[in-house]
C-alpha cells in the first residue's frame, strides 16, 4: 500500500520540480537574414552636406522679413534655398519697379526654382521618414514573433495546469473513497495544488528576451542631441534641433520627443536604475529586449516619424506664402 501511495505523489512532485526548473525569461535567437535586414538606403544627397548655419546668426534681408515668416525663412534656410529666396524677392521688386516682360520671366524662373526645391525638401523629409517607419515595423515584427512564442508556451502550461488538475482531483477523490489509502488523497491534493501554483506563477512570468540589433540609433541621436547626426539628414537635424534664442521657453521639436516619452512614461527619468537600464538597452548599438520593450521602442521611432513629418507643415506654409506674392 505505501508504494500506491509513493507513486502519485512521486509523479506530481517530478512535474513540480520539471515545472520550477523552466526558466522564466528564455532569450530567443531571432533568423540571420532578419537580423540583417536594413531600413537604410544610402543617401548621396548627404555627402559633404553640413548642418546649416543657425538663422539667427545670419544677415536677413528686410525684403524677406517682409514678405515670409519666420518659419518660411528658417525651413529654406534648413535646406539650403534661402539665397534662391532672397533671389525672388529682388526679382519681385524689380517686377515692381520696372513690370517689363524681362522681369516679370525673371520673377517666374525664380519662383519655379523655388517650388522645385521646395519638392525636393518634401521627398527628402519623406525618404527618411520612410526609413523610420521601416524600423518601426522591424522592431514590431520581432516583438510580434515574440509574442506568438509566449501564446505557445502559454497555452501549453494552461493544458499542463488543466491536466493535472484533472487528474490529481480524480486521483484525491479515488483515494478519499478508499478507506485503505490514509492520507493519500490529502497528500495528492496538496502536491496537484503545488504544481498548479507552480504552473500559474510560469504562465504570469511567461516571457522572451531576444537580443536586437540597431547600429542607426535614431533615440540615440534625438536623446543626447549632439550637433552633428550621422543618421539624420543635415537639414532635418538642424530643424528639430533648431531653438530660438528670442523664445527661451520654447523647445525645440527634438525636446518636445524627449518631453513626450517621459510624458508617456517611455522613459523613467526619477528612477536612477530604471534610467542606467534605459541607456544600456535603448541607446546602444543592440540591445536585449522583452516584447514590452520592444512595443516600447517601436511607439519612440513612431512619434519620432511623426514630428519629422511635421516640419512639413513649414514647407506647406512657405508654398502658399511664394504663392500670395508671386502674383503670377
Not at 235 to 257: A, F, H, Q
Not at 290 to 302: E, I, P, V
Not at 315 to 323: H, I, K, P, Q, R
Request: glycine share 6%; with cysteine; hydrophobic share 40%.
Amino acid at each position: 500500500m505505501m508504494k500506491f501511495v509513493r507513486s502519485p505523489l512521486a509523479h506530481l512532485v517530478i512535474v513540480a520540480f520539471l515545472c520550477s526548473s523552466c526558466s522564466l525569461s528564455k532569450k530567443v535567437q531571432i533568423s540571420e537574414y532578419a537580423g540583417l535586414i536594413s531600413c537604410h538606403q544610402q543617401r548621396t544627397l548627404d555627402a559633404g552636406r553640413q548642418k546649416p548655419r543657425p538663422i539667427h546668426e545670419l544677415k536677413i534681408d528686410t525684403a524677406l522679413i517682409n514678405h515670409f515668416g519666420f518659419a518660411s525663412l528658417n525651413i529654406a534656410n534648413a535646406f539650403g534655398f534661402l539665397d534662391l529666396l532672397q533671389k525672388f524677392a529682388k526679382a519681385k521688386e524689380d517686377y515692381q519697379v520696372s513690370p517689363v516682360i524681362e522681369n516679370r520671366l525673371r520673377k517666374i524662373e525664380m519662383a519655379m526654382k523655388l517650388s522645385e526645391r521646395i519638392n525636393l525638401a518634401s521627398l527628402e523629409i519623406s525618404s527618411f521618414a520612410s526609413e523610420l517607419d521601416c524600423e518601426e515595423e522591424r522592431i514590431t515584427q520581432v516583438a510580434d514573433f515574440l509574442k506568438g512564442k509566449e501564446k505557445q508556451r502559454e497555452t501549453r502550461l494552461t493544458v499542463a495546469a488543466i491536466g493535472i488538475g484533472a487528474i490529481g482531483g480524480v486521483a484525491s477523490g479515488f483515494l478519499s473513497s478508499n478507506d485503505n489509502a490514509g492520507h493519500s488523497g490529502d497528500y495528492v491534493g496538496i502536491g496537484t495544488g503545488i504544481a498548479e501554483a507552480i504552473l500559474g506563477v510560469l504562465i504570469l512570468k511567461n516571457s522572451k528576451m531576444t537580443e536586437l540589433q540597431h547600429p542607426r540609433n535614431a533615440l540615440k541621436d534625438i536623446w543626447y542631441g549632439q550637433d552633428t547626426s550621422a543618421i539624420f539628414p543635415p537639414s532635418v537635424w538642424y530643424y528639430i534641433t533648431y531653438k530660438n534664442p528670442s523664445k527661451p521657453n520654447e523647445l525645440s521639436l527634438r525636446e518636445k520627443i524627449i518631453e513626450r516619452w517621459k510624458g508617456f512614461n517611455q522613459v523613467s527619468v526619477d528612477n536612477i536604475e530604471e534610467m542606467n537600464k534605459f541607456k544600456l538597452q535603448y541607446l546602444q548599438d543592440k540591445g536585449v529586449y522583452g516584447t514590452d520593450d520592444l512595443y516600447n521602442r517601436a511607439k519612440m521611432y513612431d512619434q519620432i516619424e511623426s514630428y519629422v513629418k511635421m516640419i512639413k507643415q513649414d514647407l506647406t506654409t512657405l508654398s502658399l506664402e511664394l504663392g500670395d506674392h508671386s502674383d503670377i
